[in-house]
């Protein structure tokens, strides 16, 4: 037992290591693009106010009646910090196919190696799946510790007489992206990475079905995803099908629907152990 | 030592014959160790399995001894020894006779053209 | 004893392998001969658990295949198998973090055998290096059967003259080693048991030193016969 | 170890700093949300039974707008009951109630309160297939079930309402076995909608029920609200109609002009239009047998009791208004139902009205006893720290009775 779990420890570690200097890339990205946001929008607010007051000789709180104050909120709005937060979800979602594909890509078929290795093959699946989510976990952290620092650099570049009173969280949690993405509210942070994880067992099983029977995985694939769509949302449309909105209360509804994400994860994870230990091909 | 072995013939015999002929010449003296059957076939670029039954071989015909946990060794029986050089010359006389027999040479002809053959390879060698 | 029985596999329409059974025996040599596409690294893929087969059953030692395997079989492939970024060291740490079979000692013999620096990045070797270091890293492992690939495919002469040396060297004593390829020559003398395929079936399996006792035959010869005929 | 370092540093550095945002949340939020009653006059006490649901919404302290449930003389916020009964939560503290004790019987049922009347001993529910099943039309068959408290029991009974189509039940009183429906509907012959009054006896079901009464037909007006009575145990039912006032460029009418207010009998069928004040206010409610109409200008309210047989007014006594308007409300919209902010029960008067305090607002609420004449309790709800506490609105927004107090 600890053997394989020293295993898997090295395998998601090796795993990481291969994707550290992409995760890299998006840290960088993201603080780069986020300084210059927590920079650039106060500054130029403060030179519209400024410039305002210059030019039609009226006092600070004329010109703030114009332009209004500035709140945090009007810097989350902008393409600096949500750009980022985009192109993150978009590269991991991307990696999340790159992280099994690269094994078969090119001269080097790392495949053989890790297929070789003398522990189950379920560890490769987890401990990609591992890496994907200490990325995502990785780069939200990162976001969060890119705000607070922003927060406190917009109060420090405008005066607190400019700046709406709003607090960080009140602006954070005004924000659709932020309120869904960071752990505002537990249950919904929950719940969204819960739906995250069982969306990348069903790709993984995807991937594993194409790489096990090419194009015919491929339809397979669609079908499999068309089948879990039907779980997923079956709980949703129950209510329709039995033509009773209150037959079921919300909590049970709640509990069907994670049930039914329950079953779609495990059967994909079965439906993964079957093909990596039987149908995967080199 | 290098020995170029034909594809045709079992390679085992090739190296019976190769092995017999160091004996013959003295590169092998009774009761010498033979190397392991894995460093001959090393050295030969052999199958080592061949060269165990090679010297299975050459233990039945007793040209090797084998005692317990040690190498197998080259015979230091005389008998077998003179016998193995007495069937080496026959062999060679054999061959040497039916190679010439076609040309019409007395022995008194022969001789010193041996003679001279001879001592043409010995300077070779030195 | 790897044991193959009656195993079959078709890709699309094509059949590739129809019924083919042979065993692999500890200590012996064994040798996949076949022109090219005629299944050979199939039924090495196979053995592996690498690709799934129509039909058929393979067992090592009278098991089934499991991970468990590769702790008794070291398969060396025809094509690398370690990171391009990674240098001949780490790919063998990374060996070693993984496999209890690994043997350090005989490692460092083999680095020392192919003269081979383990400082050197694998994309910067030559191909000759690189089958080298394919070659490292399955023979450091103390399995008791090893399957070749293709071992000399494009590889020059001199690289090849090392690892046939391989064969007749203490890195395989008393394995089952099982080779494929197209070239024979360089390893005809090595060969316990030669494995003719041809159209998906065995056309014949004969051991290469009674063949050439009985039939005064070379195992090209047989091979002629086959291809031409 | 160094090769796990970079695994283990980026995991432990995700979870501190996401861990750590939650904290520093949970601290930022300072105290948690915790509200009381601020009397003004009376006691706390008199609001035993009257239960509501409303909202505190800061927006500078919490992330989300609270709500909250005031039960039993007990503040809750629903963010602190269990996630299910969060998930389960209605903003109604009546539906609130019957979900939690009565669990099963509610499967299945809408979760509205008009469509409920509730005794001590009984629980009524009266509902069409519309109003369970979102997609089905409005159509003529009402389910009839009620709900024994004690032994747990249910009968159901389907009825065919006549005479009308589109039925859309708003309220049902119950007079021991005998129930009155009053719903909307447009009834045979007609496009409009219209107040129709069925009647249904529980001791002689009716497979097929015809209306009794249309209430747009007997006053001669398009434009009826009902009452919103919260327990409809009573007799009367006080209607009222409306005129369109002033009309936007667009054509659209902004106001509203209350006309009359008529009174209904359930036990004769009847309906009788009641006098009006000549100056300020007029308010309509009653109770069991009891029509109680109130003149109310500015401050000072006159209360009287209206016989429904002679029509003669009655004057109870007058009392003081908490604020000139607390009670009732001008909305723009014309609602099904009026008195949304005042009620009777157990021959007291209760108010609200959402008072503002510089920017903010808080939620008033008083008691008065028709039997002296007297302000029994008048408060309003705040946060602990009072007023001081910017950015606070806190509103009622559903009130309702538990039969079992009076």
């Not at chain 3, 690498?50 to 702790?71: A, F, H, Q, V």
């Not at chain 4, 861990?19 to 006059?41: A, I, N």
């Not at chain 4, 006549?162 to 909307?184: E, F, K, Q, R």
């Not at chain 4, 109130?294 to 016989?307: F, L, P, R, T």
């Amino acid at each position: 037992m600890k053997k394989t779990l020293k295993a898997f420890l090295n395998l998601t570690a090796f795993e990481l290591d291969r994707l550290s200097k992409f995760l890299y890339a998006l840290i960088g990205v993201t603080l780069v693009a986020n300084m210059i946001g927590y920079v650039l929008i106060p500054l130029r607010f403060t030179d519209r106010i400024n410039a305002y007051m210059v030019q039609n000789s009226v006092t600070e709180q004329q010109a703030l009646e114009v332009y209004g104050e500035l709140s945090f909120y009007d810097i989350l709005q902008t393409s600096w910090i949500l750009g980022p937060i985009a192109l993150g979800v978009s590269a991991l979602l991307l990696y999340a196919f790159f992280i099994w594909y690269r094994e078969w890509l090119g001269k080097n078929t790392f495949a053989y190696r890790l297929l070789m290795l003398p522990i189950p093959r379920m560890h490769i699946f987890y401990s990609k799946f591992v890496v994907i989510y200490v990325s995502i976990f990785t780069l939200i952290a990162i976001q969060i510790v890119s705000l607070i620092f922003g927060f406190n650099l917009m109060s420090a570049l405008v005066p607190s007489e400019w700046l709406r009173h709003m607090s960080f969280f009140s602006a954070l949690s005004m924000h659709p992206f932020f309120y869904y993405i960071l752990p505002l509210e537990p249950w919904i942070f929950l719940a969204i990475n819960g739906i995250g994880l069982v969306f990348l067992h069903v790709t993984f099983t995807v991937i594993l079905l194409e790489r096990s029977f090419s194009v015919k995985g491929i339809l397979i694939g669609i079908t499999y995803v068309l089948i879990t769509l039907l779980i997923a949302l079956f709980p949703a449309f129950l209510p329709e099908l039995i033509g009773n909105h209150y037959y079921l209360y919300n909590s049970e509804l709640l509990i069907l629907t994670v049930l039914s994400l329950g079953l779609i994860s495990f059967t994909s994870i079965m439906i993964s152990r079957f093909l990596l230990n039987k149908k995967i091909t080199v | 030592m290098n020995v170029t072995f034909n594809k045709r013939d079992p390679i085992y015999l090739q190296v019976i014959t190769h092995l017999k002929k160091q004996m013959v010449s003295g590169d092998l003296q009774p009761g010498e160790e033979m190397p392991s059957r894995r460093q001959l076939a090393n050295q030969l670029k052999i199958n080592p399995n061949t060269v165990q039954r090679a010297y299975s071989e050459m233990e039945e015909q007793r040209l090797l001894f084998t005692e317990t946990n040690r190498p197998s060794r080259i015979t230091e029986d005389p008998a077998v020894l003179k016998q193995l050089k007495k069937e080496w010359l026959n062999q060679a006389i054999d061959r040497f006779v039916s190679a010439i027999d076609p040309i019409d040479l007395s022995l008194e002809d022969l001789m010193p053209m041996i003679q001279e053959e001879l001592s043409n390879r010995k300077k070779d060698v030195k | 004893m790897i044991e193959i029985t009656d195993i079959h596999k078709q890709f699309g329409r094509k059949k590739v392998l129809n019924g083919v059974s042979f065993t692999v025996n500890k200590g012996e040599i064994s040798c996949l001969v076949g022109v090219n596409g005629v299944g050979k690294t199939t039924i090495l893929n196979a053995i592996m658990n690498l690709t799934p087969l129509k039909s058929g059953k393979i067992s090592i030692d009278g098991e089934k295949l499991t991970s468990s395997l590769y702790n008794k079989i070291a398969f060396i492939p025809d094509a690398a198998i370690s990171l391009p970024h990674y240098n001949v060291q780490e790919s063998m740490d990374f060996m070693a973090d993984y496999y209890d079979t690994w043997n350090a000692r005989r490692a460092k013999d083999i680095v020392t055998f192919f003269r081979l620096n383990p400082s050197d990045k694998l994309h910067d070797l030559s191909k000759g290096n690189q089958a080298k270091v394919n070659l490292l890293l399955g023979l450091a492992l103390d399995v008791d059967y090893i399957l070749m690939d293709e071992p000399f495919s494009g590889i020059d002469v001199f690289t090849r003259e090392q690892i046939t040396e391989v064969f007749s060297s203490y890195l395989v004593e008393d394995r089952g080693v099982l080779i494929t390829t197209h070239e024979i020559n360089d390893i005809e003398h090595l060969l316990d048991k030669v494995i003719l395929l041809d159209e998906g079936k065995i056309y014949k399996e004969f051991n290469a030193e009674v063949m050439r006792e009985t039939e005064g035959k070379s195992v090209i010869d047989v091979m002629r016969e086959v291809y031409n005929g | 170890m160094t090769k796990y370092s970079k695994l283990f540093s980026f995991a432990f550095f995700s979870i501190v700093i996401l861990l750590g945002l939650v904290f520093y949340q949970f601290r930022s939020q300072e105290s948690s949300l915790s509200l009381e009653f601020y009397t003004d006059e009376g006691h706390i006490d008199e609001l035993s039974g009257v239960n509501f649901t409303g909202y505190a919404f800061s927006s500078t302290r919490t992330i989300y707008a609270p709500h909250f449930e005031f039960e039993e003389g007990e503040f809750t916020f629903r963010t602190d009951q269990p996630l299910i009964q969060q998930l389960d939560y209605q903003y109604n503290p009546g539906m609130n109630r019957y979900v939690r004790d009565y669990r099963s019987f509610m499967r299945g049922k809408a979760r509205h309160l008009s469509l409920f009347t509730e005794t001590e001993t009984s629980i009524y529910y009266t509902a069409t297939q519309s109003n369970t099943n979102w997609q089905a039309a409005p159509d003529e068959h009402v389910f009839i079930s009620h709900f024994n408290k004690e032994t747990e029991e249910e009968t159901t009974f389907e009825a065919l309402l006549t005479g009308g189509a589109n039925h859309n039940v708003v309220a049902t009183y119950v007079d021991d076995s005998a129930l009155t429906l009053v719903t909307t509907g447009v009834p045979e012959g007609n496009s409009e909608h219209s107040w129709l009054i069925y009647a249904f006896d529980f001791d002689q079901p009716q497979e097929e029920l015809s209306p009794v009464a249309d209430i747009n037909r007997l006053t001669g007006s398009d434009m009826i609200q009902a009452d919103s009575s919260r327990l409809k145990t009573e007799r009367y039912i006080p209607f009222r109609s409306l005129q369109t006032g002033e009309i936007d460029a667009f054509g659209n009418v902004i106001e509203y002009h209350i006309d009359s207010y008529y009174i209904y009998d359930t036990q004769s069928n009847t309906l009788k239009e009641m006098p009006d004040f000549e100056e300020g206010d007029m308010v309509v409610l009653s109770e069991l047998e009891r029509i109680i109409t109130g003149n109310i200008q500015g401050e000072k309210a006159v209360w009287y009791e209206w016989a429904f047989d002679t029509q003669e007014l009655n004057e109870l006594g007058s009392t003081v208004m908490a604020t000139s308007s607390i009670g009732r409300i001008h909305d723009i919209f014309p609602w099904l139902e009026f008195n949304e902010n005042i009620h009777l029960t157990n021959g007291h008067l209760y108010l609200t009205e959402d008072i503002s305090i510089a920017t903010e607002s808080r939620s008033l609420i008083q008691v008065l006893s028709l039997d002296t004449m007297e302000t029994v309790f008048s408060g309003h709800i705040d946060t602990v720290n009072g007023p001081q506490d910017l950015d606070m609105d806190i509103s009622i927004q559903e009130l309702s009775f538990d039969p079992s107090f009076f």
